[in-house]
Every structure is written in structure tokens, then in C-alpha cells.
């Protein structure tokens, strides 16, 4: 794949897969073995998080349809090999943290990807794109489980910054581009609409009585977590492989 083509993205954006795919059966074996060698990639390059989790998916029978997907994300690699996340000196300190999801993306079981992405110094120290466990009803609800899995981790992250002499001062802000979530992890006055959600989900609401996170709005374009929920357009990729701390290396 050295002698090919590099391009600018990872995945084609818009793009959807499915487990029917085009084309003929591939190999099983070479397709998991690539991968897995993406999924080693991940540990240093968040702007691949998503594409990744999707084509893990498909490694029970894959399509050459889906090879030809995994082998453009090598082209992108190609193109960007010197590039690694890059942290700064007496950057902002501050934790911060991003929350989003993509709703019922998956035309087979209707399942959405949530993602969350945390930034200290510049650059991501944690991220996760992973198809949710259940199929939610609304937007509102995807994003509400979305939250809940963010504010789990952002739990233990804080407790481990805390352990490596990193105190947050004050209530810890993760940001959401959906406001109502934001209502909703703040008072249940939608409780007819949202009595089926799963106790284990306003474990998001108790920590936010807690006043030990809240959520807080931006707007979509600034939503950093974007990069890890769906294939997004070229100008957006860059400026929010940039945010992630992703940079060329000299």
C-alpha cells in the first residue's frame, strides 16, 4: 500500500456499511489481521477512532466492500504517517471533556455510535467511539446514554488526575451539543417520556445533583467528540483532527 495514492480522510464521508456489503467474501483472516493493526494505530491516533470501530464490525464475513474501506484507511495513514498527538507545555490545564452521538446510524439493528473525547494540554488523553448497547427511541435519549457512558469514565479519570497530584477545582463540565439531555440530566420534568430509560443511565443525574459534573451546550460545529460518531465532511476532519491535538511531527 506504500506505492498508493494517500488521501485526506479515513473514510468517505456520508459513507455507510452494512454487514450484506458489496462484492464478494474476502478473506477473514487478513481482514481481522489488518484490523487488528488499526486498532493498535488507535492507541496514538484518535481521528481513526471511528472509522476503526466501524469496520470492526464486519470481521464474521467480510465484503470487499469493506476491504476496499480498510484500505483507504491506509492510504490516509500513508499520508499522514508523521503525524501523532501533540501536547503543549503551560497549555490550558484544564480538563475538558466532549460528549455526542449519532443517531440510529446502523441500518441494520438501528443502534447509534456514542463517542466522548478528553483534552488536557492540548491534546486527547482519552477517547471512545463504540456502537451503543440498545436501541434508543429519540435523540434525546441516545444522547442522555451517550452522557451517562462519558460521565463514567470522566468518574475515574478524575480520580486518577486527583491521584497524580492534578486536582479539578469545581464541578467538572462536559459538553453537550443537545439541550435537551442537558434538561434532562438536570430535572426529570419529562419523566412519562423517559421512565423507560434504564436506572443504570441517570447514574448521569445523580452525579450532576452531585454537583460533581454538569453539562454545558456549544454548538455542533464546535462539538469535538463529532469526529468520533460519524464520517464527516473534509474541512470539518481537519479542524477537528486539530482540536483532538493530532499534528504533523518534524
Given at each position: 500500500?506504500?506505492?498508493s ?40 491516533r ?10 470492526s ?9 469493506h ?10 495513514l ?7 498527538l ?21 441500518l ?29 427511541l429519540?435523540?434525546?435519549?441516545a ?12 468518574k475515574?479519570?478524575?480520580?486518577l488526575?486527583?491521584d ?7 464541578v ?8 435537551s ?21 441517570h447514574?448521569?443525574?445523580?452525579l ?7 453539562l454545558v451546550?456549544?454548538k ?6 463529532d ?8 474541512e ?8 483532538l491535538?493530532?499534528?504533523?511531527i518534524?
Amino acid at each position: 500500500m506504500w506505492e498508493s495514492n494517500p488521501v485526506s480522510n479515513p473514510i468517505v464521508p456520508g459513507m455507510i456499511l452494512t454487514k450484506a456489503g458489496a462484492g464478494e467474501d474476502v478473506d477473514s483472516t487478513k481482514y481481522k489481521k489488518l484490523i487488528g493493526s488499526l486498532m493498535y494505530i488507535t492507541v496514538t491516533r484518535p481521528d481513526l477512532a471511528y472509522c476503526v470501530c466501524l469496520l470492526s464490525r464486519f470481521m464474521a464475513r467480510p465484503k470487499s466492500e469493506h476491504l476496499q474501506a480498510a484500505k483507504r484507511v491506509l492510504r490516509y495513514l500513508k499520508g499522514t504517517f508523521n503525524f501523532g498527538l501533540f501536547y503543549e507545555r503551560g497549555s490550558n490545564s484544564k480538563l475538558q471533556v466532549y460528549t455526542d452521538n449519532d443517531y440510529a446510524r446502523d441500518l441494520e439493528d438501528r443502534k447509534c455510535t456514542s463517542g466522548y473525547v478528553c483534552i488536557f494540554s492540548g491534546g486527547a488523553t482519552c477517547w471512545s467511539s463504540r456502537k451503543q448497547e440498545i436501541v434508543t427511541l429519540s435523540s434525546t435519549e441516545a444522547e442522555y446514554v451517550a452522557a451517562t457512558t462519558c460521565a463514567c469514565h470522566c468518574k475515574w479519570l478524575k480520580g486518577l488526575m486527583e491521584d497524580l497530584s492534578e486536582k479539578i477545582d469545581g464541578v467538572l463540565e462536559v459538553t453537550c451539543d443537545n439541550t435537551s439531555t442537558i434538561k434532562l440530566s438536570v430535572n426529570p420534568v419529562m419523566h412519562r417520556r423517559t421512565k423507560h430509560i434504564d436506572v443504570r443511565f441517570h447514574y448521569l443525574r445523580d452525579l450532576v445533583n452531585q454537583e460533581e459534573l454538569k453539562l454545558v451546550y456549544c454548538k455542533t460545529e464546535d462539538q469535538v467528540a463529532d469526529i468520533m460518531t460519524k464520517p464527516i465532511k473534509l474541512e470539518a476532519f481537519i479542524k477537528l483532527r486539530g482540536l483532538l491535538g493530532v499534528k504533523e511531527i518534524n
